[in-house]
T-cell receptor
Framework: GQQLNQSPQSMFIQEGEDVSMNCTSS?????WLWYKQDPGEGPVLLIA?????ELTSNGRLTAQFGITRKDSFLNISASIPSDVGIYFC???????????FGTGTRLTIIP | DAGVIQSPRHEVTEMGQEVTLRCKPI?????LFWYRQTMMRGLELLIY????????DSGMPEDRFSAKMPNASFSTLKIQPSEPRDSAVYFC???FGRGDTGELFFGEGSRLTVL
């Protein structure tokens, strides 16, 4: 089956630093999404990408849909304490297909 | 606006007992998803409904698991009998349409511990 591998698995950064994480797949997807999960909560959608090569921003977050359709990247600029959590990528092959979630990147901000 | 509501938030039970998890989707959403999250396997889709009809239950681990959606505003996930390996956080999510935009709205989850 399809697998989504995220890297890094975890990150320890200082407040104010920029963050980069990525997600790779063994097969193509036609939709890429990034979700964030706060402790004790369910995941929340951050950014959705629907076209290969697309670059989309949402405030301090920027995500790109890889041109090969097998990867995606998420960048967070000038991190703040509320950025702490687990970030999941998710891929969808077609409109009626289920989402496949990545393994997650846990972000911790060191005081 | 109310989000997806799940209950109970936490449940501790003994092996062999029946467990029922409940979900109320966002009003107007017509797709509902049940996910299970564990450290080892991450987020796994168990089953999803569209217009109260089960569309894909290929993720349901075994016959001990069953899910129903008797109407547009309520769904249950039942485990009978429960086993320790069922311990996980179970999330319900809903979306408008068939979820073809990929935007799912998750509840806060039900943390199940089976002793």
């Amino acid at each position: 089956g399809q697998q989504l591998n995220q890297s890094p698995q975890s990150m320890f950064i200082q407040e104010g630093e920029d963050v980069s994480m990525n997600c790779t797949s063994s097969s193509i997807f036609n939709t890429w999404l990034w979700y964030k999960q706060d402790p004790g909560e369910g995941p929340v959608l951050l950014i959705a990408l629907y076209k290969a090569g697309e670059l989309t921003s949402n405030g301090r977050l920027t995500a790109q849909f890889g041109i090969t359709r097998k990867d995606s990247f998420l960048n967070i600029s000038a991190s703040i304490p509320s950025d702490v959590g687990i970030y999941f990528c998710a891929g969808q092959l077609g409109g009626n297909e289920k989402l496949t979630f990545g393994t997650g990147t846990r972000l911790t901000i060191i005081p | 606006d109310a989000g997806v509501i799940q209950s109970p938030r936490h449940e501790v039970t003994e092996m062999g007992q029946e467990v029922t998890l409940r979900c109320k989707p966002i009003s107007g959403h017509n797709s509902l998803f049940w996910y299970r999250q564990t450290m080892m396997r991450g987020l796994e889709l168990l089953i999803y409904f569209n217009n109260n009809v089960p569309i894909d239950d290929s993720g349901m681990p075994e016959d001990r698991f069953s899910a129903k959606m008797p109407n547009a505003s309520f769904s249950t996930l039942k485990i009978q009998p429960s086993e320790p390996r069922d311990s996980a956080v179970y999330f319900c999510a809903s979306s408008f349409g068939r979820g073809d935009t990929g935007e799912l709205f998750f509840g806060e989850g039900s943390r199940l511990t089976v002793l």
